[in-house]
């Protein structure tokens, strides 16, 4: 019995962490291809979010989207600085010798909080840039988008 529960903690533990990584994957690349602006040649990206329609962006829509982003101050210094701390808690959390799983819970979900407000900025921006479009710049868009969904 006691076996069994340790493996289940375990196996916990790994869901809890794969979940963690896989949220910081997410939102890290969005932002990267935000700020990046989606420029040619900036090297192959995998993203389950936000990312093909940002590459898609063009021009004077992609800097919107992309300034909304640092305007929002959804990952402003302060903001990297408390994910950071909650990175090393989450580590400090692992190492111990017992584990507090509800210490690892309430860390994680300050990050996935942190990150929504990332990700429903870009998503905003996103769509008010595709509702400006006339249905020539969306077809347009529809293409690009096409594209990056290829790659």
Do not use: C, H, W, Y
Request: aromatic share 4%; no cysteine; charged share 30%.
């Amino acid at each position: 019995m006691a076996k069994e529960q340790t493996k289940s903690k375990r196996l916990q533990r790994f869901v809890l962490v794969g979940s963690l990584a896989l949220n910081l994957l997410i939102i890290g690349v969005a932002i990267g291809v935000a700020f990046n602006g989606g420029k040619p040649g900036a090297g192959q990206r995998f993203d389950l979010t936000v990312s093909p329609l940002t590459r898609a962006m063009e021009g004077e829509r992609s800097d919107a989207v992309r300034d909304a982003l640092r305007s929002s101050g959804a990952f402003e210094r302060g903001v990297r600085s408390e994910m950071r701390r909650d990175m090393g808690a989450l580590l400090e959390t692992l190492r111990a010798e017992t584990f507090d799983a509800d210490a690892f819970r309430a860390v994680l979900m300050r990050q996935r909080d942190r990150l929504r407000v990332g990700q429903e900025t870009v998503l905003g921006a996103v769509s008010a840039q595709i509702d400006d479009m006339s249905d020539t710049e969306r077809a347009a868009f529809a293409d690009r988008l096409e594209e990056q969904m290829r790659r």
